[in-house]
């Protein structure tokens, strides 16, 4: 399973590794050497990922947790602390993913808060309890997931939009602030099909539409945000701070 070994002794948290993008990173992180902890709703899914990663020779543990609950979050810092001692890498992947929604329903104000409670909150979250753990062995590197709708806002999905878009605020910021201690935050805009995502545009009709903006020609797969997650995650990206860095075959252009 190991290539090239550009993690090799690094710990790794992966938050909402059960299935898509972030089961692929937790792969490709263990396949570069690094040891993972990975989180999602349901244990079952991520047992089965953890299961996959040891028969490949990797290294890798399971834990049943909720983003946004600061509670699941702190276990899960300790987990990894009890476990190998320190956290360098910390992917912030996870998401609630509220359905299409026009902006006058009134239940739009409580979809707003399922998603920034699971991204933006949960992210937070995460960085705070992992802040002093970084400073003190010298640095790391946080991996945020956006989205390029935050920047598009596409009709019918505010809420998921906006929470994204204050990822790339608190990415922006973190960075800014945390810097001198030499850690790393940046943002990954990524697009993968995925089994939401693929009901979405066929139920919508949109399929062809999407399509025609992607530069490329072809929606991504989950493997290939790997490697410029490995990237931001390994030391060969040491001057690499406070960027959005598209991974969607230039639907998005910055």
């Not at 990797?58 to 956290?87: C, F, M, N, P």
Request: net charge negative; glycine share 12%.
């Amino acid at each position: 399973m190991r290539s090239s070994a550009r993690l090799q002794g690094k710990v790794a948290i992966v938050t909402g590794g059960g299935q898509g993008i972030g089961e692929a990173i937790a792969a490709g992180y263990a396949g570069e050497g690094a040891k993972i902890l990975i989180t999602g709703r349901t244990i079952g899914k991520i047992e089965e990922v953890v299961d996959r990663i040891e028969t490949a020779g990797g290294t890798a543990i399971a834990l049943e947790a909720v983003a946004g609950e600061r509670d699941q979050s702190e276990k899960t810092v300790e987990l990894a602390l009890s476990k190998w001692g320190r956290v360098d890498v910390l992917v912030n992947n996870a998401h609630t993913f509220t359905d299409f929604l026009p902006l006058e329903d009134p239940k739009m104000e409580e979809h707003c808060k399922v998603d920034f409670q699971s991204a933006f909150f949960g992210s937070l979250q995460l960085m705070q309890i992992c802040f002093p753990l970084m400073v003190g062995q010298g640095g790391g590197s946080i991996i945020n997931m956006g989205s390029s709708y935050g920047i598009r806002c596409e009709p019918g999905f505010l809420a998921y939009a906006a929470s994204k878009e204050a990822i790339r605020t608190l990415t922006r910021t973190a960075a800014r602030e945390w810097g001198k201690h030499r850690i790393r935050v940046n943002t990954i805009l990524p697009s993968a099909l995925s089994p939401k995502a693929i009901w979405y545009l066929e139920e919508s009709k949109t399929y062809d539409l999407e399509l025609s903006k992607v530069a490329m020609g072809r929606f991504g797969a989950p493997e290939d945000i790997v490697p410029t997650a490995i990237f931001l995650a390994s030391d060969e990206s040491h001057f690499v701070t406070g960027q959005t860095i598209g991974v969607e075959g230039g639907a998005t252009m910055l």
